[in-house]
Structures are given as structure tokens and as C-alpha cells.
Nanobody, 122 residues
Framework: VQLQVSGGGLVQTGGSLTLSCAVS????????VGWFRRAPGKEREFVAL????????DYGDVVKGRFTISRDNAKNTVYQQMIGLKPEDTANYYC????????????????WGKGTLVTVSS
């Protein structure tokens, strides 16, 4: 499975960005796709996930109400729309995938895309 991440950039506080994660390779059916982030000097943090089959979603507490994860089955792409961005959202954002049940823990994700940097200026 290959994951191609795009959409990062520089935005002012209160601004918005949408990240994309294009999934290719073996079938995505039955998979879970998650977004994680790592800020400088911090641990990798769960942001959001979506189950491919049922479209069930879950969010980390710090992004609830501001971030929205969605998928486009036809394009095999997962999106993360981010609004109301804050300086503390500054991080490298990663897309990851796994087969099986949903998990907030990055160690359970086998496939990872390269990170995209999101910088929120104050």
C-alpha cells in the first residue's frame, strides 16, 4: 500500500487547509485510514481516522469540531479538512493505513505516507 500525502502549507491563525491522502496498491476495502501529527519536540499524536467500508470516523480531542475527515471511494483518497487552525496545530501531518479495527495508536498502522508540514502563524 502506498500513501501519497499533499496539501500542507503556511496559514494564519483561524485559517483553513485541506490535506489529501491518496491510497494505492492493494485493495483499500476493510482498511482504516488515520491522520497523525508530530509537532517539534513532541510525540506523534492521533488526529482522526475513518473506516473505509462503513465510513465511521473518530477524532482526537484537540481537533474535534475543527477537523473533518472524509473519503472519496472513487478516487481512493482520504481528506482532512482543517478549519480554525491554531499555532499549536503546527506539525508534520502523516497519513497511515491498517487492516482491521480502528485504533488511535500509531504503532498499529503498517503503512505510512510521507509527512506534510502544516505551519500556523500567530
Amino acid at each position: 500500500v502506498q500513501l501519497q500525502v499533499s496539501g500542507g502549507g503556511l496559514v494564519q491563525t483561524g485559517g483553513s487547509l485541506t490535506l489529501s491522502c491518496a491510497v494505492s496498491g492493494r485493495t483499500v476495502s476493510g482498511s482504516v485510514v488515520g491522520w497523525f501529527r508530530r509537532a517539534p519536540g513532541k510525540e506523534r499524536e492521533f488526529v482522526a481516522l475513518i473506516t473505509w467500508n462503513g465510513g465511521n470516523v473518530d477524532y482526537g480531542d484537540v481537533v474535534k469540531g475543527r477537523f473533518t475527515i472524509s473519503r472519496d471511494n472513487a478516487k481512493n483518497t482520504v481528506y482532512q479538512q482543517m478549519i480554525g487552525l491554531k499555532p499549536e496545530d503546527t506539525a508534520n501531518y502523516y497519513c497511515a493505513a491498517r487492516q482491521g479495527h480502528a485504533s488511535h495508536f500509531p504503532r498499529y498502522y503498517r503503512y505510512w505516507g510521507k509527512g506534510t508540514l502544516v505551519t500556523v502563524s500567530s
